[in-house]
């Protein structure tokens, strides 16, 4: 059965209600991180305040998420990410997701025979994760060389750099959070089902 759109418009406001309820958010942070009214945010998700691009934006934004989840939009088309390369300061970026939330992308390192590390800060928060390679992790004052299959999670407010250490380049994934989203893994220690 095809959705009219009032049937959209009236689901908006539940929709918004759950998602600032599951991120553990009041009307009050959210009004503040937003910049829009405590008393519009309530009757947005009451349904007494029509949804409007100028309401949605800045939500869409805190909560990192594309408008569409906001709306409700059905995913239409092919799902698959079809990865267009960066060439950034001599390093390749693959991006492995889209825009918005958390960032995955390969990053391919080439060796830079004695360059000397160049630390930067930034807002957000890196996980690496070694794919083939060795990589030199300069984070503050720790030198440290990771091989493959090994991982490092930072935030990148600390000063840092990334090299490949050798004369080969190094492979990783790296997932990348703006706002300091940190990638969450559960993982079993040996003798826990």
Known sequence: ???????????????????RRRRGLTLAELAERTGVNQSTL?????GARKPTLELLLPLAEVYAVPLDDLVGAPRTGDPRIHPRPVVRDGMTYVPL???GGVAAHKLVIPPRPG???ELKTHEGFEWV????GRLHLV?????LVLKAGEAAEFDTHLPHWLGADGDRPVELLVLFGRQGERAHLKARTVGTP
Do not use: F
């Open 97 to 99: 997701s889209s825009p």
């Open 42 to 46: 309530s009757r947005l998700e009451g």
């Open 129 to 132: 994760y070694v794919i083939s």
């Open 115 to 117: 360059a000397e590390p």
């Open 139 to 143: 984070l503050g004052d720790r030198d």
């Open 1 to 19: 059965m095809r959705q009219t759109r009032r049937d959209v418009l009236d689901a908006v406001g539940p929709r918004l209600r759950e998602l």
